[in-house]
């Protein structure tokens, strides 16, 4: 099985706040140098902190989509029971040139940050960071995945472009489909507005490999009315995680691909009770030991 090593430089964090017992929610920088930012609620007595993470493309602290702010409402849902968490603000850069400057950094920087300070950290993505977040299974006390995918990024993607797409069209995207999937060189071009160098770094993370080989506690959300996700990646997860004893699984009904109520515009009540009764149950485990604030993390997917 092929491993994959990514250098996550877990450097000294700056912080731009004291810490108490009473609740805070502020803006704060986790990392000096890159001056990456995130929001922390922190209920005042948690031993659990949930990493939030977003999806693709330009993503506010709040993770703002169609007007609703979806990790401030989660936030707030897991502050009331007495669950910490980081929101982070992606790096500038969009397009960006690899898959580590858009995620992969600031994740490793919001992990290192939650890890010095909380006995348990989740992680929690949605649709793209769903999709790479078992890359840090290791660094993580368990996963929150929504709405994310098995099969190839690229494929899901092309996917997407096909539904409104004529005949012409779409002999082209699958053209354009084939060509990327058969990199393996960067030759200076582009695909979606999106450089050959990300999908190639992409590529190099050996998702598929990572997730089979999933050890911690993982719950799988899919969305009911998802446009974007097809239903058979639901299906692809149980299919891959089907022996993993803590997996679990669940879709959501009545929500868009973004968990979004959209007759009452909101995150939907009930999908913020899943989550949070499970990263309840999780934090009310046994706490397994692992260290914090390596500076040089191996992230062994071929186990």
């Given at each position: 099985?092929?491993?994959?090593?990514l250098?996550?430089?877990?450097?000294?964090?700056?912080?731009?706040?004291?810490?108490?017992?009473?609740p805070?929610?502020?803006?704060?920088?986790?990392?000096?140098?890159s001056?990456?930012k995130?929001?922390?609620?922190?209920?005042?007595?948690?031993?659990?902190?949930?990493?939030?993470?977003?999806?693709?493309?330009?993503?506010?602290?709040?993770?703002t989509?169609?007007?609703?702010?979806?990790?401030?409402?989660?936030?707030e849902?897991?502050?009331?029971?007495?669950?910490?968490?980081?929101?982070?603000?992606?790096?500038?850069?969009?397009?960006?040139?690899?898959?580590?400057?858009?995620?992969?950094?600031?994740?490793?920087?919001?992990?290192?940050?939650?890890?010095?300070?909380?006995?348990?950290?989740?992680?929690l993505?949605?649709?793209?960071?769903?999709i790479?977040l078992?890359?840090?299974?290791?660094?993580?006390?368990?996963?929150?995945?929504?709405a994310?995918?098995?099969?190839?990024v690229?494929?899901?993607?092309?996917?997407?472009?096909?539904?409104?797409?004529?005949?012409?069209e779409?002999?082209?995207?699958?053209?354009?489909?084939?060509?990327?999937?058969?990199?393996?060189?960067?030759?200076?071009?582009?695909?979606?507005?999106?450089?050959?160098?990300?999908?190639?770094?992409?590529?190099?993370l050996?998702?598929?490999?990572?997730?089979?080989?999933?050890?911690?506690?993982?719950?799988?959300?899919?969305?009911?009315?998802?446009?974007?996700?097809?239903?058979?990646?639901?299906?692809a997860?149980?299919?891959?995680?089907?022996?993993?004893?803590?997996?679990?699984?669940?879709?959501v009904?009545?929500?868009?691909?973004?968990?979004?109520?959209?007759?009452?515009?909101?995150?939907?009540?009930?999908?913020?009770?899943?989550?949070?009764?499970w990263?309840?149950?999780?934090?009310?485990?046994?706490?397994?030991?692992r260290?914090?604030?390596?500076?040089?993390?191996?992230?062994?997917?071929?186990?």
């Amino acid at each position: 099985m092929r491993k994959f090593t990514l250098l996550a430089f877990f450097l000294t964090v700056f912080v731009g706040c004291h810490f108490s017992k009473s609740p805070i929610e502020r803006t704060i920088v986790i990392h000096e140098s890159s001056q990456i930012k995130g929001i922390l609620c922190d209920p005042g007595s948690s031993s659990t902190a949930v990493l939030l993470i977003g999806g693709s493309g330009p993503v506010d602290l709040d993770y703002t989509v169609e007007g609703v702010s979806l990790y401030a409402e989660l936030a707030e849902s897991l502050k009331e029971s007495s669950i910490a968490s980081l929101r982070l603000e992606k790096g500038e850069g969009f397009p960006f040139k690899t898959i580590h400057e858009e995620w992969l950094e600031d994740i490793a920087y919001g992990l290192n940050y939650l890890k010095k300070r909380y006995e348990r950290v989740i992680l929690l993505g949605h649709s793209l960071s769903a999709i790479i977040l078992p890359v840090f299974e290791d660094e993580a006390d368990g996963l929150i995945l929504l709405a994310g995918a098995v099969s190839e990024v690229e494929e899901i993607y092309a996917q997407q472009l096909m539904k409104n797409a004529d005949e012409h069209e779409k002999k082209q995207i699958q053209n354009e489909l084939e060509m990327i999937l058969s990199l393996e060189e960067d030759h200076g071009f582009s695909w979606l507005g999106i450089p050959e160098s990300w999908w190639l770094s992409l590529d190099q993370l050996h998702l598929k490999e990572c997730l089979e080989s999933m050890k911690k506690p993982v719950l799988v959300l899919a969305a009911g009315e998802d446009k974007q996700m097809d239903a058979d990646e639901y299906h692809a997860y149980q299919k891959i995680l089907e022996h993993h004893p803590e997996a679990e699984f669940e879709i959501v009904e009545n929500v868009n691909h973004f968990f979004i109520n959209e007759k009452k515009n909101h995150l939907d009540e009930s999908f913020k009770e899943k989550v949070v009764s499970w990263i309840l149950k999780q934090s009310s485990g046994i706490m397994k030991e692992r260290g914090a604030g390596n500076e040089k993390s191996n992230f062994n997917c071929g186990r």
